[in-house]
């Protein structure tokens, strides 16, 4: 039982490049989501989705693009990566809304990402 | 908006007891409470929905008063294992599935 599968897990980039990071789950859950952690600064939403074909954006959405096409995979598209997009990146996953009991958000492992 | 974390860091010693606050601005539908030890992903602890419910985890427990849109994680008998960053997540009511974290309390158990 895999869970969340982040790749890669360490990633550098040079400026203005592009690239996808890579989030699956094997737990049929309905809810995904993407955070950026920096220090003194936690968790913030990129993205998030309650299911495939429906995407939102979070707190901080812009360089960021993302899709649903499966209830599987989520992944997150940098369209011309900049330094202040260096982070860890974590992918979330979820039973079903988070207003439930049934809902504890089961996380990636975390993709480091430095741009240059 | 993010929710509000306090405080920012706190060292125990094995045994103590500790409170994390968390606030928000807005009316909530549901608190998260996450840990994370350095260099992992963070880790469910345990959810609170409207009603002021209080959960339990280990020694571990949270309260959420509705009106204060104010949530408190309760660290009993602390153990060296509690060591690690607590954030609150929080999901404003009208932004269903919005999950917004704090920036998190450090916690320090020492011997």
């Known amino acids: 039982n895999a869970g969340v599968t982040q790749t890669p897990k360490f990633q550098v980039l040079k400026t203005g490049q592009s690239m996808t990071l890579q989030c699956a789950q094997d737990?049929?859950?309905?809810?995904m989501s993407w955070y950026r952690q920096d220090p003194g600064m936690g968790l913030r939403l990129i993205h998030y989705?309650?299911?495939?074909?429906?995407?939102d954006q979070g707190e901080v959405p812009n360089g960021y693009n993302v899709s649903r096409s499966t209830t599987e995979d989520f992944p997150l598209r940098l369209l011309s990566a900049a330094p202040s997009q260096t982070s860890v990146y974590f992918c979330?996953?979820?039973?079903?809304?988070?207003?439930?009991?049934?809902?504890?958000?089961?996380f990636g492992n975390g993709t480091r990402l430095t741009v240059t | 908006q993010q929710p509000v974390q306090s405080p920012q860091a706190v060292i125990l010693r094995e045994g103590e007891d500790a409170v994390i606050n968390c606030s928000s601005s807005?009316?909530?539908?549901?608190v998260h409470w996450y840990r994370q030890k350095h260099g992992e992903a963070p880790v469910f602890l345990m959810i609170?929905?409207?009603?002021?419910e209080q959960k339990g985890h280990e020694k571990i427990s949270a309260s959420f008063n509705e009106k204060k849109q104010q949530s408190s994680l309760y660290l009993t008998a602390s153990q060296l294992s509690y060591s690690g960053t607590y954030f609150c997540?929080?999901?404003?009511?009208?932004?269903?599935?919005?999950?917004?974290f704090g920036a998190g309390t450090q916690v320090v158990v020492t011997p």
């Open positions: 979330a996953s979820s039973y079903q809304d988070v207003s439930s009991y049934n809902s504890p958000l089961h």
């Open positions: 989705s309650v299911g495939a074909g429906i995407t």
């Open positions: 737990m049929n859950h309905e809810y």
């Open positions: 997540g929080t999901e404003p009511a009208g932004s269903w599935g919005k999950l917004q």
């Open positions: 609170l929905l409207k009603g002021g």
């Open positions: 807005k009316a909530l539908y549901s």
